[in-house]
C-alpha cells in the first residue's frame, strides 16, 4: 500500500535536547511538507521541500531543521532552540509543487512530541 | 495572498440532521479549495477539492461543498449528521506559491 509513515508515534523530549522526526513516504511525490499543529490554531508550515536537496523556510521555521537527501524522506530536527516544542507534528507530500494541477496533499498519522 | 476562514470552531449536530461548516476565502485570482478531516490523533483525510470544473463539489462519506464567488464561500455540508462524522474538519486553500493554507478548524460533535 502506498501512503506516508511517521515515526515515533509518540516521543517525549527533556528540556535542551535535540530530537528527530521521521517522515518517510513511497507515492513517488516529489514535494513533501512539516508542519505543527496546536490546539485552536490549525496547522502552521514549518518547512517544504519540493525537490531533493532543497528545502525553504515555512511560516514558523524558527528552532526546526530539515534535510532532504533521498525523495521519500524528508525528517525534522526539532532543536533545543525551539522553546515551545509540544505539538502534534504532520508530515504530509503531493505530487509536484509550482505546477497547474492541483493536486491535493497526503498527510502522515502525526507525531505527538511532548517535552518534559 | 491567499487565505480561509472558518466560521465557528465548535459545532454540535443531533443525529440524522444537517451538517454545515462555513468557510470563506480571500484571493486576488480563482482559488483552489480542499476540505480536510482529522479524527482524534490521526492525519488529516481529504474529503474533497474545488479546482473550478464545477461549484457543486461532491466527496467522500456523503459530503458536498458548493464554491460561491459572490460570497467568497465554500461551505461543506452533509444532508444527515452519523456518529462516526464526530471529527475536526479543516478548510484550505492554495496559495500563489502552491502552499497550502489552513482556517483554524471546527471540530463536530454528534449527539445521539
Known amino acids: 500500500d502506498g501512503g506516508i509513515t511517521q515515526s515515533p508515534k509518540y516521543l517525549f523530549r527533556k528540556e535542551g535536547q535535540n530530537v528527530t522526526l521521521s517522515c518517510e513516504q513511497n507515492l513517488n511525490h516529489d514535494a513533501m511538507y512539516w508542519y505543527r499543529q496546536d490546539p485552536g490554531q490549525g496547522l502552521r508550515l514549518i518547512y517544504y521541500s519540493q525537490i531533493v536537496n532543497d528545502f525553504q523556510k515555512g511560516d514558523i521555521a524558527e528552532g526546526y531543521s530539515v534535510s532532504r537527501e533521498k525523495k521519500e524522506s524528508f525528517p525534522l530536527t526539532v532543536t533545543s532552540a525551539q522553546k515551545n516544542p509540544t505539538a502534534f507534528y504532520l508530515c504530509?507530500?503531493?505530487?509536484?509543487?509550482?505546477?497547474?494541477?492541483?493536486?491535493?496533499?497526503?498527510f502522515g498519522p502525526g507525531t505527538r512530541l511532548t517535552v518534559l | 495572498a491567499q487565505s480561509v476562514t472558518q466560521l465557528g470552531s465548535h459545532v454540535s449536530v443531533s443525529e440524522g440532521a444537517l451538517v454545515l461548516l462555513r468557510c470563506n476565502y480571500s484571493s486576488s485570482v480563482p482559488p483552489y479549495l480542499f476540505w480536510y478531516v482529522q479524527y482524534p490523533n490521526q492525519g488529516l483525510q481529504l474529503l474533497l477539492k474545488?479546482?473550478?470544473?464545477?461549484?457543486l463539489v461532491k466527496g467522500i462519506n456523503g459530503f458536498e461543498a458548493e464554491f460561491k464567488k459572490s460570497e467568497t464561500s465554500f461551505h461543506l455540508t452533509k444532508p444527515s449528521a452519523h456518529m462516526s462524522d464526530a471529527a475536526e474538519y479543516f478548510c484550505?486553500?492554495?496559495?500563489?506559491?502552491?502552499?497550502?493554507?489552513f482556517g483554524a478548524g471546527t471540530t463536530v460533535t454528534v449527539r445521539a
Open positions: 504530509a507530500s503531493s505530487t509536484q509543487a509550482g505546477t497547474s494541477f492541483v493536486d491535493e496533499q497526503f
Open positions: 484550505a486553500v492554495r496559495t500563489n506559491d502552491y502552499k497550502l493554507s
Open positions: 474545488y479546482t473550478s470544473a464545477a461549484t
